[in-house]
């Protein structure tokens, strides 16, 4: 091993080769030891050798050499030209006129560029680019799933089909049965009446036999055959047998019958990642102020609504808000006004079952007696999901644009929720990693900050938090003492700006609030009463629907403040 290039060794001068390093010439760039340094420095006169002690190596800027003058070290910067010069580069009156600064003020603003450009990309970029690699991974992970859900569906749309065609094929040959009944016995019918008339002329013979055998012609005289009657042949019976016919199709009519696949689409979307960052922004992918939880959250306003009975807020700014009760009209309020902005109708007359509003700013319904998920735009409502065999129930938008809906099975034995982008299913959560349901009821849905999907489950008294995935991360259960010590009852659920989640709890007439990892933070009440509906505007403002003296209400708290 060659001590000089040995890991394990010291570094040595670069000119004896047998030394320690000491020094460290910064202009040439060259490891000394102290014996060299003078040696080194009379090598080439024409440089000014900066000598440091190699500790200090890099310390002192390195001038850039003048291209027009040998030698000479550049410590200005012509701007007009965009080129380091040097003093005689400014005294051959070449850059007279031009804006020139100290080489030294372009190095420090370029260094701070640079700078704040490596934060940039430390901070934000790689981040983000971290994160894109992370939701491929999360995309990649989901195919199974899907796939394997789309191949079930198939099977299972298979499996109606054998089921309808092998009901058909049962109900032909049962007809083919009858009518070989029917057949058979017109057959046998017939069969007897020949062989009545068989034995009518056997007997008619014998009886003529035995005459013949006589000589008595008075009885020659009485008889009468019946051949007259015999000559005339019975009528004979036909049957047309019945033929099947089976329907010629073409394979590709069979596959228009059936079903069929929509293309592979593999797009490549712009803008379709937002990039991570630190700056406060009204983008959504921006990092919201710190706020932090007042310790005593005050009422801001009130507002009477016409309901009997009131279950829904949902904003569509920070001024207006969307309600549903128990009747089949939702209502737009003006809060700083107080006053009713609008009412639309739902479509079949019917009550709508949830509320939400989209990126857009449009209004979506649930009609649980229609099976439909419609939305509202510019007044019109539009169907936008039909579903078969499930009924919609709870619904709400996502950040993505993507509605998530709560569903019942027909049977109510099943629940689950389907990520809808536009009227397309593109995942659905029901089950847990060990085949366990995760929901025992319908609730409320709202998407966290951090992408994870929040349900209030009346059933099991929970919030269940499952990530993007789908894949279980907590319950949250209540919290003990309860204001009332009532056991928890979860109903309308939202999130804020710093992923908290808020839950309504009409048992105990207050509001939980939890952190993004399910750990309780404290209570509001402000004089609750059985509150239900539960959103939140851009600026943290709470909006809870209560009743209050026997009035459907909806209060506007505060609860927190910016750090």
Same mark, same amino acid.
């Given at each position: ?34 014996? +060299? ?28 050499? +003048? ?5 000479? #070290? ?44 490596? &934060? ?52 032909? &040959? ?13 057959? &046998? ?132 808000? =969307? ?14 006004? %107080? ?50 065999? =499930? ?27 389907? +990520? ?49 995935? %789908?894949?279980?991360?907590? #319950? ?55 509150? =239900? ?31």
């Amino acid at each position: 091993m060659d001590p000089r290039t040995s890991a394990q060794d010291v570094m040595r001068c670069d000119l004896c080769d047998t030394a320690v390093v000491q020094m460290h010439c910064d202009t040439c760039l060259v490891n000394l030891c102290k014996a +060299c340094v003078g040696e080194h420095m009379i090598s080439d006169e024409s440089k000014k050798h900066e000598i440091v002690r190699f500790q200090l190596r890099k310390s002192t800027l390195i001038y850039p050499l +003048c291209k027009f003058h040998k030698n000479e #070290r550049c410590e200005m910067y012509c701007n007009q030209c965009d080129i380091p010069i040097c003093s005689a580069c400014i005294a051959s009156g070449n850059h007279s006129g031009h804006n020139i600064l100290q080489i030294i003020k372009v190095y420090n603003a370029r260094k701070e560029e640079i700078e704040r450009e490596m &934060k940039e990309i430390e901070q934000n970029i790689y981040p983000t680019y971290q994160n894109i690699a992370s939701d491929v991974q999360n995309r990649i992970s989901q195919l199974e799933k899907e796939y394997g859900d789309l191949s079930t569906a198939i099977t299972k749309h298979g499996e109606d089909w054998h089921r309808e065609i092998d009901k058909l094929v049962k109900n032909l &040959k049962a007809e083919v049965e009858k009518m070989k009944a029917k057949h058979h016995d017109a057959l &046998k019918a017939h069969k007897d009446e020949i062989n009545q008339l068989i034995t009518d002329i056997y007997n008619e013979i014998q009886a003529s036999s035995k005459l013949l055998e006589l000589n008595d012609i008075s009885l020659f005289l009485k008889f009468n055959t019946n051949i007259q009657e015999f000559r005339k042949l019975p009528s004979k019976v036909n049957v047309t047998l019945p033929h099947f016919t089976p329907t010629q199709y073409q394979p590709e009519q069979l596959i228009k019958l059936f079903g069929n696949l929509s293309s592979l689409s593999l797009t490549s979307e712009e803008h379709g990642y937002k990039m991570k960052t630190t700056k406060k922004s009204p983008e959504a992918g921006s990092s919201p102020p710190v706020r932090q939880l007042l310790d005593e959250p005050e009422t801001i306003t009130s507002t009477n609504t016409g309901y009997d009975r009131l279950y829904n807020v949902v904003c569509l700014s920070d001024e207006e808000i =969307w309600t549903r009760g128990n009747d089949n009209t939702m209502k737009l309020y003006s809060i700083n006004q %107080g006053s009713l902005l609008k009412s639309i109708r739902t479509k079949s007359g019917n009550q709508p079952y949830d509320i939400a509003v989209t990126k857009s700013g449009d209004l979506v319904y649930t009609d649980y007696w229609d099976r439909t998920v419609n939305i509202v735009k510019n007044e019109k409502i539009e169907e936008l999901i039909r579903l078969q065999n =499930w009924i919609p129930y709870r619904v709400c938008s996502t950040s993505s644009g993507d509605l998530l809906v709560i569903m019942y099975s027909d049977d109510y034995k099943q629940i689950k929720v389907v +990520c809808y982008s536009g009227s397309t299913g593109k995942q659905t959560i029901q089950f847990d990693d060990k085949g366990q349901p995760l929901y025992s009821s319908g609730g409320y849905i709202t998407e966290n900050r951090n992408l994870d999907i929040c349900v209030s489950d009346l059933g099991a008294k929970a919030v269940v938090v499952v990530n993007q995935a %789908g894949k279980l991360r907590f #319950r949250y259960t209540g919290h003990t003492p309860a204001p009332k010590n009532k056991s928890f009852n979860p109903r309308g659920i939202t999130t804020d700006s710093q992923s908290h989640i808020l839950t309504a709890d009409s048992y105990n007439n207050c509001v939980h609030i939890i952190d993004q990892d399910g750990q309780f933070l404290r209570y509001i009440d402000c004089g609750l009463s059985e509150p =239900w509906g539960l959103c939140i505007d851009t600026n943290d403002n709470l909006f809870v629907a209560h009743t209050k003296n026997k009035t459907e209400v909806i209060i506007k708290i505060k609860y927190m403040y910016i750090k």
